[in-house]
């Protein structure tokens, strides 16, 4: 059976994802790996992370930094600023 997430906690994830990154100023030389990404999100929603996230970098809202020996790296797009400033208001 599969869970489905509530309209309310999807914004929540997407809002704490997105503040993390434009708090540690990743945008064009700065990056976060997926798991300080998935940190403080309570641990019933953290299996969602990674599909909300999926959902950002469809968006371009969010970057694929690279991949490191720690896991995978984010950044924010910088061209969508006033929307990143949308989100985290």
Do not use: C
Not at 5 to 28: E, M
Not at 41 to 50: R, W
Not at 58 to 64: N, P, S, T
Request: charged letters at 30%; glycine letters at 6%; aromatic letters at 10%.
């Amino acid at each position: 059976m599969s869970k489905r997430i509530s309209p309310a906690d999807y914004l929540r994830i997407r809002k704490n994802i997105v503040k993390k990154l434009y708090a540690y100023g990743a945008f064009v030389h700065g990056h976060l790996l997926f798991e300080r990404l998935r940190q403080g999100i309570p641990s019933h929603l953290a299996g969602f992370v990674k599909q909300v996230l999926d959902d950002l970098l469809k968006e371009e809202i969010v970057l694929f930094y690279k991949r490191t020996k720690h896991g995978d790296a984010y950044q924010l797009n910088i061209k969508k600023l006033k929307e990143i400033e949308e989100i985290i208001i």
